[in-house]
């Protein structure tokens, strides 16, 4: 018994290993981009995308990730969803993404969930937040409607449904079709593929 409870153990913190954030960092916002930004997409107007990380400072004071622009002083931010909740403006206590390597980071399509992607890719957390004892990791998503990106915040928990953005001052929530920033997805297949037994041909 204690050699199976062993075993088990290794195993979890093996898998937890494999997705450690070790191809991207925050870096504070200081009014300009850093040179090192993860760059999240480009509108048709040629506007440079980035992810953001905030602060609202409200009675939740969750970390989110955001989108933001390379010409933006500050975001506008409200819960969910079409003007249901206060709007917030933050200009304080923003991260920018950034990371030495631009092509480590890629978007993956998903139809409804992000756990769709688990195990096969690691996901980039964008925060983190807590309500009734229970930690939830907000992760990264994008959709793009017209030729312009939004970025926002999805959750591997399900009772957090789709992706929640934010299009001017109106939160908005998509509940399908959306992509999700990974990361390790090949590593994680060849890891998936050495752990089951190869398929027989028909």
């Not at 290794?10 to 300009?32: H, K, L, M």
């Not at 994008?142 to 934010?166: A, C, E, P």
Request: charged share 25%.
């Amino acid at each position: 018994m204690k050699v199976i409870i062993i075993s088990v153990f290794i195993f979890a913190s093996v898998s937890a290993d494999q997705c450690r954030p070790r191809n991207y960092y925050w870096r504070p916002f200081n009014g300009s981009i850093p040179n090192d930004a993860f760059l999240a997409g480009t509108d048709l107007n040629g506007k440079k995308n980035y992810v953001a990380k905030i602060i609202p400072l409200d009675s939740y004071s969750w970390t989110v990730p955001e989108l933001i622009k390379e010409d933006w002083a500050y975001i506008d931010f409200s819960w969910c969803c079409g003007g249901s909740s206060p709007l917030i403006r933050v200009d304080k206590a923003i991260e920018i993404l950034c990371t030495e390597n631009q092509a480590s980071l890629q978007w993956q399509e998903v139809e409804k969930h992000a756990d769709e992607l688990k195990p096969r890719c690691c996901l980039v957390e964008g925060g983190i937040g807590a309500t009734k004892g229970h930690i939830y990791i907000p992760y990264i998503g994008r959709v793009v409607q017209k030729g312009h990106n939004f970025i926002g915040r999805t959750y591997t928990d399900r009772s957090y449904k789709g992706l929640h953005i934010m299009n001017g001052t109106v939160s908005r929530q998509i509940l399908k079709d959306y992509e999700v920033l990974t990361y390790h997805c090949d590593d994680n297949e060849v890891s998936l593929r050495n752990g089951e037994p190869e398929s027989k041909s028909s």
